[in-house]
């Protein structure tokens, strides 16, 4: 099978398109996928790079969430997942390549109305940001939320459920033409270009909600716009610390006595850990969510599509900053 591999640390050029033998017979509670798309995720790079918390032995594909059909199943698989099954795995890398092995537990059933690609592009998007808006920041139909980050997997994700919690969503990025096109996709009214705005994004969020400021600030960037939410959050408003694509060796400090003065909240969001420590939870949240997709509620957004041989040119696409909501490799073209 041809698999796209990282055989030394580096940039995604450093990848290389192999042949390579299919993977062995699934083991104890696992599957063998074939792969049919797999999503491309900010953690790919970190991985390909050395960089991130996993490490996966040399020679591996990056590439953690995959959507594709059951090709065989080992022993002691208990949740009924079956051989020939349509299903969303995530696997933590080994996706960029046409069939890999996934535990179990980590596969649900893709839903009948979903295509592969949409499937690979959803699972770790959408679940982080229900898990963040509905279960850190129990966020209120009304409510003001403020998205950094707006037109990337899991703030176009963000934007999305925002929707259809009934609250008000403001977007932040940092190019026009991505806030643009996040204004279309989601119906957004309000948007702040946090790379170019000649005032203080927060002036611009405070005068855009009457000086109250945002009842939830979403923050997957950290980085200077973390700061700035410190100042522009509402009275007994809730920042969810969700990532810091924009600097992640210099972790943003808070100074407390912000906190102090709106009663507000630093809320972490960790979705992998909450999948494993609350997996009926997040079973529920996914039967929410593939119900909302089911009937029209949901607009998962893909910018950009690749074959396996295109990988690179997918990998280069999210560390340019290229793609509004999500990159999909995508098998068969
Ligand atoms: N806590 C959790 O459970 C959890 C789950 C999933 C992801 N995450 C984290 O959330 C972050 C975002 O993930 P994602 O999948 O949405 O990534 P993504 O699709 O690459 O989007 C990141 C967005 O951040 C903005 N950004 C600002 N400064 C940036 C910089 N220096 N480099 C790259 N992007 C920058 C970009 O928008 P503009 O170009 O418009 O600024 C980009 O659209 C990552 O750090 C990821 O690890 C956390």
Redesign the pocket.
């Known amino acids: 099978m041809k698999a796209l591999l990282c055989k030394q640390y580096g940039p995604p050029e450093s990848l290389v398109l192999e042949d390579v033998p299919r993977p062995a017979p699934p083991g104890e509670g696992q599957v063998l996928l074939r792969v049919r798309a797999c999503g491309v995720?900010?953690?790919d790079l970190l991985l390909i790079e050395n960089k991130y918390q996993e490490r996966p032995s040399l020679p591996f594909s990056p590439g953690a969430e995959v959507a594709g059909d059951v090709a065989a199943v080992g022993p002691g698989v208990a949740n009924g997942i079956r051989e020939g099954d349509r299903v969303i795995a995530m696997i933590g890398s080994r996706g960029f390549q046409e069939e890999t092995l996934a535990d179990a537990t980590r596969c649900v059933p893709l839903p009948d109305s979903m295509d592969y690609a949409t499937g690979a592009a959803f699972t770790?998007?959408y679940g982080?940001s229900y898990?963040?808006l509905v279960d850190r920041a129990r966020t209120a139909p009304g409510e003001t939320l403020l998205v950094?980050?707006?037109?990337?997997?899991?703030?176009t994700a963000a934007l999305d459920i925002a929707r259809n919690l009934g609250a008000r969503a403001i977007a932040a990025?940092?190019?026009d033409a991505?806030?643009e096109a996040v204004r279309e996709i989601y119906g957004v009214r309000d948007t702040v270009n946090?790379?170019t705005a000649e005032e203080p994004f927060k002036d611009r969020v405070n005068r855009l909600t009457d000086g109250r400021g945002a009842d939830v600030i979403y923050d997957?960037?950290g980085?200077e716009?973390f700061q700035q939410a410190l100042r522009c959050v509402a009275w007994e408003g809730r920042i969810l610390?969700?990532?810091?694509?924009?600097?992640?060796a210099n972790l943003p400090q808070a100074r407390t006595n912000l906190l102090l003065l709106k009663g507000s909240s630093l809320v972490g969001?960790?979705?992998?850990?909450?999948t494993r420590e609350a997996p009926e939870r997040s079973a529920r949240n996914f039967d929410t969510l593939f119900g909302w997709y089911a009937d029209g509620r949901l607009r998962p957004h893909i910018s950009h599509r690749f074959r396996l041989d295109e990988g690179i040119e997918a990998l280069r696409a999210?560390?340019e900053?290229r793609?509004?909501?999500?990159c999909v490799v995508v098998m068969d073209g």
């Not at 969001?269 to 909450?274: D, K, P, T």
């Not at 793609?323 to 999500?326: A, E, F, M, S, T």
């Open positions: 995720n900010f953690p770790l998007t982080t898990h963040a950094l980050g707006a037109t990337g997997g899991v703030g990025g940092g190019s991505k806030l946090y790379a997957p960037i980085g716009a610390v969700v990532g810091f694509a924009a600097d992640g969001v960790f979705w992998g850990r909450f999210v560390a900053r793609v509004v909501g999500k």
